[in-house]
Each structure stands twice: as C-alpha cells, then as structure tokens.
C-alpha cells in the first residue's frame, strides 16, 4: 500500500525533527505545520551552525547553538528532514501536571465556598423579547382587522370531512 506524501508528513507532526537547509544550518525542533509548498513550523526550536576553522589554522571544528523558539522555514530551502525522536509531542505534557494545584506560575481564582452559578434556558438577551402585554401600544383588539361599515358580518362556514359508512 502506498502512502501519500501529504499522509507522511502528517504522521510525524508534533515529533522532534532535524531540518538542514541549503547554507548547511541545522534547525531541531518539533513539528508542527505544513503547507503544499512544504514550508514548515518548529516549535521549541534550535539552531546548530558548525562553526569550520579558516584556512591555515588547525583548530577543531566546533558547533555554535542558539535557541530560537517558533520558526517558519521555507520549503524551498529545506535540503533534508529527519526524525529526531519517535516520541510526540503532547501539549498537555508541555503545560505541567498543576492542572488542579495551586502554587507559584498556576493562576487560580480564590474560592467562595459557592457552587457554579445556576444558568437557565438561553433565550434573547434583555430588552430584545418584544412587547409586554398591557404596556404601551392599542389593545389586541384595536390591532384586528375590522369588518367594513355596511357589510354583512362574517361568518366561518361549518365544514365536516365526508364521513364513510358506519359498520356496527
């Protein structure tokens, strides 16, 4: 079974990878996003960047490191990409386990020993409902159409369904 190119990238979203691009830097992060032009999101990003000894000199290479955060890198320059880790990257890892706790960096509102506050039926917002009977406005009488003077008064005919025979 052959597997799309646009399935692939997606089954290593949010797994750490290694992007080198053309001018031989190295990005590390975890990957987040793609697009059709292969342009791509790390997360929690770094860049690695060998530092090559100038010429005459015999000193080791060595390897320069910043760290970068969010970073969009443009398809057209990517060379190669590789899995760092198999692992993924869950968000709810990266929050921290003081989802319930209290402390230093978790912001939770002081409790006043109430419950939720009870919410009834959604309905328009106030003032939006219409009229109030009795309030403002001619009666609903005043609002019906009213016979013309000198014609007889209109009455609904009596209509029946056509009844079928009665089997005792």
Do not use: W
């Amino acid at each position: 079974m052959t597997i799309s190119k646009n399935n692939k990238m997606m089954s290593h979203l949010n797994r750490k990878m290694k992007v080198v691009l053309l001018d031989s830097r190295t990005f590390v992060g975890y990957f987040k996003a793609f697009d059709k032009h292969m342009n791509i999101l790390l997360c929690d990003c770094e860049e690695l960047r060998r530092i090559k000894p100038k010429p005459g000199k015999k000193i080791a290479e060595g390897e320069e490191k910043r760290t970068l955060g969010l970073v969009l890198l443009r398809g057209e320059h990517i060379v190669s990409m590789t899995v760092q880790s198999n692992e993924q990257d869950d968000d709810s890892k990266q929050q921290g386990k003081a989802g319930n706790i209290g402390g230093p960096g978790a912001a939770k509102p002081a409790g006043r020993g109430m419950g939720p506050p009870m919410v009834g039926p959604p309905g328009p917002a106030p003032g939006l409902q219409g009229a109030v009977r009795g309030i403002g406005g001619p009666g609903m009488g005043m609002m019906q159409p009213q016979p013309m003077p000198g014609a007889p008064p209109f009455v609904v005919p009596q209509v029946f369904p056509p009844r079928g025979p009665m089997y005792h």
